[in-house]
C-alpha cells in the first residue's frame, strides 16, 4: 500500500494537536510549525498528483481491512487534484493570514486553520460514504471556529446561522445515509456503485429519496439555490483569510457532487435514468441568476464578493450537470479557476477592509494607502471571476458553452452570457466607487504599513492564475483525463479490490 | 413495533423542524437536537428492526441483527453531541455580545 495516500489527513491531524497543547502562548512557534506544515502538504500533494497521474486509482485500506468491511480511501486523479489545489490555495492564505496579522486577533488560528485541511483533504480522499461524512463534520467545526475567529457582533450573530444552517445539513446527510444503506446494505463507494447498476425494480423509489436528499446537502455545501441563504452573510463576516480559505470549501459540494453522482448514481444507471442531472441544471442555472443581481446589488465589498462565489458557483453546477466527459473536464478547468479567482477577491476585500475602515461601498471615504497596487489586484480579480478576456475564467466560461451546447443550449449559453454581463457592470460599478469617488473627496490617503506578505500571497494567486491561463491547453488536456478516468468507473471501483475475500 | 418506530421517528423531525423554524436560538437548538434523535432512531432502523438478538458473534444466538447501523449511530450520536455543545457556546456568545438572542439577522442596516 502507498502510505502517501493517508498523509494528507494524518499530518494536520498532528500537528493541530500539537499547536493546541505545546505551542498555545507562542505564537511565533505556531506560524513556524503551521506553516512547515501547510508547505509539507504542498510537497504531499505534489507527490500524490504525479503518482496519480500515471497510476490507475489506489486504495489505501485503513487498518488493511478489505473493502467494503473497512473503510478505504481511494486517490484518483480527481481526488489528487483536489488535494493540491487546497494544499496551494491554504498556503497563500496562511501567509496572507500571518502577513495581515489575523492569526494574531484571536486564540487558536492556527491549530482550526490544521484541522480545516484534515477534514477538506478527507473529503477529497475517502472512498466511503459514512466516512465522507465524519470529514464534511470536521471540516465543519473547523470552520466554525475559523469563522467567528477575532470576535465582534456581526460575526458572531452570524456564525450562529452558519452552525445551525449546517447542523440541518449533517441531519439531512445521516438521512440520506440510512436511507441508501437500508436499501443497498453497503455504504463503500465502489460497492455501492456495482450494488445501485443491479438494483432490483421495487426498490428505485426509495433510493432516488436518498440520491435527492444527498444531492441536497452537497447543494447546501456548493450554495445551491434553494439553500444558499447562508453563504453571503457567513462570507461576508467571516475574517478575510478565512473567507478565502472557504472558496475550497463550497468545491468540496462541487466535488461531491461529481464524485457522488458519476460513480454511483451516473444517468446510465436504470433506477434513477438522468434525473439528478435534470434536477441539477435549472438550480445551477437560477444560482448564477441570482448571484449576478446580488453582485449588481450588493451594498457592501463583502457582499458583493460573495455573491459572485454564488455565481461561480452557479456555473459550476451548470456545467457538472451535463454529466459527460466533455462536460466535467469544462466544469474542473471552471473550478480551479474560480477557487483561485474567489480567493484572491476575498483577500482584496480584506486588504480594502483594513486601510478603508468600512467595507460599505455607498460611503464616501478618503483614498487608500497603496491604491493603485490593490486597484490593479481588484481589477484582475474582477475579470478572472466575472470571465473576460485575457484571464483563466474566460477560457472556462468559453469550455463550458462549448461542452453544454445541446438541447438546454439557449436556456444554458443565455443566462451564462447575460449574468457575465451583469457581473462586469456589478464589479466596475464596485471598483469605481471604491477607487475613484474616493479622490472626491480630496482628502490624503491614511497612511498603513504595506505588509509585504499579504502582497505576495494575493500575488501567488494571481500568479497561478495567470499560469492556469498559459497552460491552459495542457491543463485541459490533463483534466480531460481525469473526467474520462471517473466517466469510466471501473478502475476505481477495481481498486477496492472486493471480489477478493477475506483470509 | 415498525409502527411505533416510523411514528416516533416522524414525530421527533417535525417536532424539531417546526422548533428549527422559531426565532430565538434555544427553541432552535433544541429542536436541533430533537432532529438529531430523530436521525439516530432513523438509522437504527435502516439496519431493520430486530428484537432479542445479538450484535455480536455468539454461540447461543439464534441469529443476529446488524451490527453496523449501532456503530454509525454511535458516531452520529457522538458528532451530533459535540456539536450541539458548539452552538450552545457560538449562541451564548452571538447573546452576550449583541444582547439579543434572535436567530434572524435583522441589525439596523439590514444585514
Known sequence: MNHWIIAPVVLPAVIAPLIVLLMRHDLVLQRVFSLAATVALCGVAAVLLATAATNPPEAYFLGNWPAPFGIVLVLDRLAAMMVALTAFL??????????????????????LFQFQLMGICGAFLTGDAFNLFVFFEVLLIASYGLMIHGGGRARLRSGVQYVAYNLVGSTLFLFALATIYSVTGTLNMADLAERVATLP??????????????LAVFAIKGAL?????????????????VA??????????AYAVIRVFSLIFPPETPATGAFFAELLLPAALVTLALGAVGVLGAASLGRLVAF?????????FTAISGFS???????????????????VLFLVADLVLARRGSEDLIQRRPPIAQE????????????????????SGFLGKLQILDALRGPNMVAVWGTVLVTSLLMIVGFARAGSLLFWKSHETLMEADPHEPDVLSFAAVGGLVAALVALTLAAGPVSSALGSVASELAERTPYIAANRLTEQPQ | MEILVASAVGTLTAA???????????????????LSYAVNVFIFASGRLAVGLPPVLSKTAQGYTDPLTQALVLTAIVISFGMTAVIVMVALGAFLEAGTDRMDSDDEAGQ
Not at chain 1, 425494480?201 to 444527498?214: N, P, S, T, Y
Not at chain 1, 478565502?244 to 459540494?253: D, H
Not at chain 1, 466533455?326 to 483561485?340: P, Q
Not at chain 2, 428549527?20 to 437536537?33: D, E, H, W, Y
Open chain 1, 90 to 111: 491554504a498556503l497563500m492564505v496562511q501567509l496572507y493570514a500571518i502577513g495581515s496579522g489575523w492569526d494574531r486577533r484571536g486564540q487558536h488560528f492556527h491549530a
Open chain 1, 201 to 214: 425494480e421495487g426498490e428505485a423509489a426509495i433510493l432516488r429519496v436518498a440520491g435527492v436528499l444527498l
Open chain 1, 225 to 241: 439555490v434553494p439553500f444558499q441563504f447562508w453563504l453571503p452573510g457567513t462570507y461576508a463576516s467571516a475574517p478575510g483569510p
Open chain 1, 244 to 253: 478565502a480559505l472557504f472558496a475550497v470549501m463550497t468545491k468540496v459540494g
Open chain 1, 308 to 316: 459572485g462565489a454564488i455565481a461561480s458557483m452557479g456555473t459550476l
Open chain 1, 325 to 343: 466527459p466533455e462536460t466535467t473536464a469544462a466544469a474542473l478547468f471552471y473550478l480551479l479557476h474560480s477557487t483561485l479567482a474567489t480567493a
Open chain 1, 372 to 391: 493603485g497596487l490593490i486597484a490593479s489586484l481588484f481589477f484582475v480579480g474582477a475579470i478572472a471571476l466575472a470571465g473576460m478576456p485575457p484571464l
Open chain 2, 16 to 34: 424539531g423542524i417546526y422548533l428549527i423554524l422559531r426565532m430565538r436560538t434555544f427553541p432552535v437548538i433544541v429542536g436541533l437536537a430533537l
